[in-house]
């Protein structure tokens, strides 16, 4: 069965930061390609970071720069590092392995605010 587990989600000031963490179980880790992606209430699900088996990352333009997408294939783990969080990052995240399917996680829940 696979499992998708996202933690490290919470509230932060604006400018702080976070990291999200995401434990896979039931899949050959390495060879999915991990990604984040977000959903505010009322708009889309949106791609947030991605990256391959190889390590090539992709951002979203509104991260670029302050969010940081890693992986550790030992532990079975994509992460999330989230600096100099702003309001507008506010949203459920959720991680996806993705291969010739699409697994999802449940989704943690970020919200940047004073």
């Known amino acids: 069965q696979v499992q998708l587990v996202e933690s490290g989600g919470g509230l932060v000031q604006p400018g702080g930061s976070l990291r999200l963490s995401c434990a896979a179980s039931g899949i050959t880790f390495g060879a999915y390609t991990m990604g984040w992606y977000r959903q505010a209430p009322g708009k889309q699900r949106d791609m947030v970071a991605s990256?391959?088996?190889?390590?090539?990352?992709d951002y979203a333009d509104s991260v670029k720069g302050r969010f940081t997408i890693s992986r550790d294939n030992a532990k079975n783990t994509v992460y999330l590092q989230m600096n100099s969080l702003k309001p507008e990052d506010s949203a459920v995240y959720y991680c996806?392995?993705?291969?010739?399917?699409?697994?999802w996680g449940k989704g943690t829940l970020v919200t940047v605010s004073s």
């Open positions: 996806n392995a993705r291969r010739w399917v699409i697994y």
């Open positions: 990256i391959t088996s190889g390590g090539e990352t």
